[in-house]
C-alpha cells in the first residue's frame, strides 16, 4: 500500500472533487435563476413542455446536495486509515500526532458538509420556483 499516493487522493482527489461540486451547484442554481427570471412560462402550449425545462439541471443539485456527503466520508475513512496505518508502521503512539492526523481526517467530512447544505438550499428553493412557475401556468391556461 502506497500511503503518499493515498495521501494525495485525500488532499488532492477527495477534496478536489468536492470543491468542484460546490462550483457545479453554484453554476446550475445560478443559471436556473436567471433563466427563471427571463421564462416566459405562458409561451408553452403544454405543461409538460414547461415541466421538462423548469427542472433541467436541478437533478444535478440534487445529487450533488446528497453524495458530497458521502465522498467527504470518504475521505475522512480514508484519513483514518492513513493515521492508523502508520501508527502500525512506526510502532509508536504519539498522542499528539495520532489527534493531529484524526483531526486532517475530517476536514474531509467537513469540506463535504460545506457543499451539501448550500446544495440543498439551492435544490429547494429551485423546486419552490419550478411549483410557482408551474402554478402560474395552470391559472392562466384553465
Same mark, same amino acid.
Given at each position: 500500500m502506497n500511503i503518499d499516493l493515498m495521501k494525495l487522493t485525500v488532499d488532492y482527489g477527495i477534496l478536489g472533487i468536492l470543491i468542484?461540486?460546490?462550483?457545479?451547484?453554484?453554476?446550475?442554481y445560478i443559471e436556473r435563476l436567471f433563466?427563471?427570471?427571463n421564462?416566459? &412560462?405562458?409561451?408553452? $402550449?403544454?405543461?409538460?413542455?414547461? &415541466?421538462i425545462e423548469l427542472t433541467n439541471n436541478t437533478?444535478?443539485?440534487a $445529487?450533488? =446536495?446528497?453524495n458530497s456527503v458521502y465522498i467527504g466520508l470518504l475521505g475522512t475513512v480514508m484519513g483514518i486509515l492513513i493515521t492508523f496505518y502508520e501508527m502500525g508502521q512506526t510502532g509508536q503512539i504519539d498522542v499528539k500526532i495520532i489527534m493531529? $492526523?484524526?483531526?486532517f481526517a475530517l476536514k474531509a467530512? =467537513?469540506?463535504g458538509l460545506v457543499v451539501a447544505i448550500p446544495a440543498m438550499m439551492f435544490y429547494n428553493h429551485l423546486v419552490r420556483k419550478i411549483e410557482v412557475?408551474?402554478?402560474?401556468?395552470q391559472i392562466h391556461n384553465s
Open positions: 468542484f461540486m460546490g462550483f457545479v451547484s453554484l453554476f446550475f433563466f427563471y427570471k421564462l416566459d &412560462e405562458q409561451s408553452y $402550449s403544454k405543461k409538460d413542455l414547461l &415541466e437533478s444535478i443539485i $445529487s450533488i =446536495a446528497s493531529t $492526523s484524526l483531526a467530512t =467537513a469540506l412557475k408551474l402554478a402560474l401556468w
